[in-house]
C-alpha cells in the first residue's frame, strides 16, 4: 500500500539565515516607508495650499542633454532615473528569491507565487469590469495590481504589530512577485514605440555587465559608470528606463561561493537598499503624489470609473485575490496552515496588500498620457484606496496583536545569551547542557543568597530571643 503524501507547511518557521536576511531588509525598508510617508504627506501639503504653483514649478523644472533624449523635468528625473534603483534593488531580491530563498523550491514556491499572481489578477479584473459598467477608460488597468512593500512596514511600524517573521517574509515574497510582475506589464503594455537600435546597445551593455561580474571585475568605477549607459540607452530606447534596472539585478551573482560571507548580490543589495529605501523612492512620492484632495476631487474618486476601478481593486481585489488564492493553493497541494497561526492572519495580510503607493502611481502616470485630470483622478484613488487598506488591515491585524507579540517573543527569545534564538536551538545537545549549566548557576546562587540571609539573621537575635539561657555576670 502506498503511503500518503506528506502535507508541507504553509507560513512555517523560517530558517535562520532566511529570518536573518528578512529582519534586516524589512528594518531597512520600516525606515524607508516612514520616510514614504512623510515624503506624500508633504507633496499633498504642497499641493493643496498656497505652496502649489512653487511645487508646480519644482516638478515641471527641466534640465539634461536633450542630444541623448534626456532633457527631462524634475518629476520625470524621479520616475525614471530614481525608481531605476528601487528595482534594481527589487531585480536583487527576486535573484536571490530564486536562487537562495523562499523561491529556490518550486513546491515551496508554489503557494506565495500562486497568491500573489492571484493578488496581481484579481485586481486588475476588477478594474475591468467597474470600468466596462461604468464607459470608463480601461488604459489604467494595471494600476490596482501592486503591493507598496514600504508602505505597508511603515503602517505596522506605525501601529505596533509584532507580526510573525513568516507573515513578514510571506508579504515580502507577495511584493517581490508584485514588482517582478509590474515591470513586465510596463515593458509589454507600456511601449509604445521601440527604437531597435538603442535598445540593442542597452542589451550589449547588459552582456558587457553580465560578462565583467562573472569574471570577478571589482569596483563601483566599472560598474555605475556602465550601469548609466544602459540606463541612458534603454530610456532612448521607448522601453521603459526602470527595465534596466531589474535586469541589471537579476545578473548579479546571489550565491555564495568558498570564502565568501556574503553574495556580490547580497552585498550590493545591502549597499542600495538604504540609498533606494530612504533617497529614491521618497523622492519619487514627493513629486508623485501632489494631488488634489478637495471634497470634489475626493467625490470624483467614487463617482467616475476609472478612479473607482482602483479604489476596488486596491482594497477589494487584493483582498479576495490574494487570500483566495492562498487558500485555493493551500487546498489543491495539501500544504497546512502552520497550526499557531490562523487564515484570519492570512486574510489581514492580504488586506495589508492593497497598499499600493509607488509602483501604483507610476502605472497611472505611464497609463494615461495625455490626459493629465485622469491621472489626477487616479493618482488620488490611489491614495485613497491606501489609506483605506491601511486601516481595514490595522483593525484586523489590532484584534489578534496579543498572539503575534507572545510568537514575536518566542522567536526571540535568547536564555543562553549565544545571539541565536533558542527555538532555532532546541535539536542541539550544546544547547541543552549550556541552559542545564545556566539553572545550576541560578539554583547555586539562589543557595548562597538564602545562606547569607539566613547567617545575617542569626547574627543579630539576642540569646533570648534565640531559646537560649540568659547569663549573669
Known sequence: MTSPRRSSVFLGRLSLPERNFVADALRTETVGGVLLLLAAVTALVFANTPLSGFYEDVSTFRF???ALHLNLSVASWATDGLLTI?????????????VAGELRNPKAAALPVIAAVCGMAVPALLSVA????????QSGWAV????DIAFALAVLAVIGTSLPASLRAFLLTLAVVDDLGAILIIAVFFTSQIHFAALGLSIAGLVLFWFLHRKGVHGWYVYVPLGLVIWALMHASGVHATVAGVAMGLLLRCTRRDGEDRSPGERIEHLVRPLSAGVAVPLFALFAAGVSVSGGAVATVFTRPEPLGVVVGLVV??????????WLAARFTRAELNKELAWADVFAVATLAGIGFTVSLLITELAFPGKPALVEEDKAAVLIASLLAAVLACILLKRRDNI???LWEEENRDEDEDGIPDIYEEDDPEYHLRMAARLEAKAAEHRRIAEAAADGSGKGRSPASSGGQPTGE
Do not use: C, W
Not at 86 to 98: N, Q, S, T, Y
Not at 144 to 147: E, G, L, Q
Open 404 to 406: 503575534y507579540r507572545r
Open 144 to 147: 490596482p495590481t501592486a503591493t
Open 130 to 137: 467597474v470600468n466596462a459598467a461604468g464607459g470608463g477608460d
Open 86 to 98: 528601487f528595482f534594481f534593488v527589487a531585480g536583487i531580491e527576486l535573484k536571490r528569491e530564486l
Open 317 to 326: 481585489g487584493k483582498m479576495v485575490g490574494v487570500f483566495g488564492g492562498s
Open 64 to 66: 539634461g542633454p536633450g
